[in-house]
C-alpha cells in the first residue's frame, strides 16, 4: 500500500517562505513523477510544479521564479521550497506521485496542507 505523506505548511506573511515535503512510502517504488496541486477557495485546482524521475520540472507560470521542486529519489520525497510568497498563493496544497504499478501508472494523494499568506 502506498502512503504519501504531507508537511511543511502553514502561516506565513507576505514575502515569506516554506518548504512543502511529500514522502511516498512503500517498498520497491517505480516512482515517474511528483507534483503539487493547490486550490483555493471558489478556484480551480492548479498544478504548482512537477518534477519527472529524471529530474524534468514544470512549473505554473504563477511559480515561476519563486518556487522550486526538486527531489530525493533514494527517500521518495519531493520537495517544494517556495518564496516570495503572497496571498495569491493562499491554498490548500495536495502533492501527488505517479508510480508504476505493473504496467500501468497509477496516481496517489497526500492529504493537502494547507498554505496561509496573510498580512
Known amino acids: 500500500q502506498v502512503q504519501l505523506v504531507e508537511s511543511g505548511g502553514g502561516l506565513v506573511q507576505p514575502g515569506g517562505s516554506l518548504r512543502l515535503s511529500c514522502a511516498a512510502s512503500?517498498?520497491?517504488?517505480?516512482?515517474?513523477?511528483m507534483g503539487w496541486y493547490r486550490q483555493a477557495p471558489g478556484k480551480q485546482r492548479e498544478l504548482v510544479a512537477l518534477i519527472t524521475s529524471g529530474g524534468s520540472t514544470d512549473y505554473a507560470d504563477s511559480a515561476k521564479g519563486r518556487f522550486t521542486i526538486s527531489r530525493d529519489g533514494a527517500k521518495n520525497t519531493a520537495y517544494l521550497q517556495m518564496n516570495s510568497l503572497n496571498p495569491e498563493d493562499t491554498a490548500v496544497y495536495s502533492c501527488y506521485a505517479r508510480i508504476h504499478v505493473g504496467y500501468s501508472l497509477v496516481t496517489y494523494w497526500g492529504q493537502g496542507t494547507q498554505v496561509t499568506v496573510f498580512s
Open positions: 512503500g517498498s520497491g517504488l517505480s516512482i515517474n513523477t
